[in-house]
């Protein structure tokens, strides 16, 4: 008899939430990068799949092996395939280990990988689209971690003006008076490791788009479990859906503990309705049927 094939790891798992893809892979306490190519973001790294390679910037949650162990290789394969230094933004107090990770390397491989790893302290924001920022929130798990939201400004006409021709804004523009302010529109937010926080109900969280979260334990008796590593639970999901207006809410960093089917039936009783705006990053199944529904949406219209 034949040995068997080992099985097939790593298969990415893929959501459309126009105009945004979230696709990645993570499991609880192994690995988890999501990414979100239309913002050029990996959220974490703790495997470097072909995918990763394509975004610019790389946001660490915290410095859990799971979430950072694919950043060297993101590093030196960017390199490598004649791209630009990569850009990691990571905790404050994680920048340092990170840069002594680099410097270790280049003792390892005896040559240099160019990187930028950029601090960012709760609060603080970096630019990665002209017109986006990425900011950083604080989150709360057994090491220094952050969330991340996708914030947009967009440039809006007063009040005071609304209705005048092109040729009176441009006059009133001209005599010097400013015709427009700006609004930061909060567009997708990543929650990293965290136990249930502040920043979870904040403005940005609440008004994101997409919010793409951990949901590490499911059943009851795994609930000292999430407490215990400083993670979510769904019973605590259950809240913060009442909270986040986000049309697709992305559940990922589910602990293997639990089955899919498990983990299905516990959305729906637990969630009901609001299981519909609810989608596993890991259900290859359920996913690809969504794809296939929205595809046959688009042949339609
Ligand atoms: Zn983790
Ligand atoms: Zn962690």
Request: aromatic content about 6%; some cysteine.
């Amino acid at each position: 008899m034949l040995p068997k094939r080992p099985p097939r790891d790593h298969r990415v798992g893929f959501i459309y939430s126009p105009p945004w893809r979230i696709q990645g892979i993570s499991v609880g306490g192994e690995q988890t990068i999501i990414q979100v190519p239309e913002l050029g973001v990996n959220f974490d790294i703790g495997l470097c799949p072909r995918i990763a390679l394509a975004a610019d910037f790389t946001a660490l949650s915290h410095g859990h092996m799971d979430h950072v162990a694919g950043l060297p290789y993101w590093f030196s394969q960017r390199t490598f395939m004649k791209m630009s230094p990569g850009t990691c933004f990571c905790h404050p107090e994680t920048a340092k280990p990170l840069q002594d990770m680099m410097g270790g390397w280049v003792d390892v491989e005896n040559q240099a990988t160019p990187h930028r790893i950029v601090p960012l302290a709760p609060g603080e924001s970096h630019q990665i689209k002209p017109s986006i920022s990425l900011l950083a929130l604080q989150a709360r798990h057994t090491v220094p971690a952050l969330s991340f939201v996708a914030v947009e400004k967009r440039s809006k006409l007063k009040q005071e003006f609304a209705g005048l021709s092109q040729s009176e804004l441009r006059g009133i523009r001209n005599g010097g008076t400013e015709i427009t302010y700006t609004v930061d529109i909060p567009l997708v937010a990543y929650s990293g490791d965290t136990e249930m926080n502040p920043s979870l109900v904040s403005t940005e969280f609440c008004e994101s788009k997409v919010v793409i979260t951990e949901c590490t334990f499911f059943e009851d008796d795994h609930r000292e479990r999430a407490k215990v590593g400083k993670h979510l639970h769904i019973h605590q999901l259950k809240d913060l859906l009442s909270s986040w207006k986000a049309e697709t809410v992305v559940l990922a960093h589910m602990s293997r503990r639990s089955s899919l089917e498990v983990i299905r039936k516990i959305l729906k009783d637990t969630l009901g309705d609001e299981a519909s705006r609810v989608c596993l990053l890991m259900d290859h199944y359920e996913n690809r049927n969504r794809y296939e529904e929205q595809s046959r949406k688009l042949e339609t219209s």
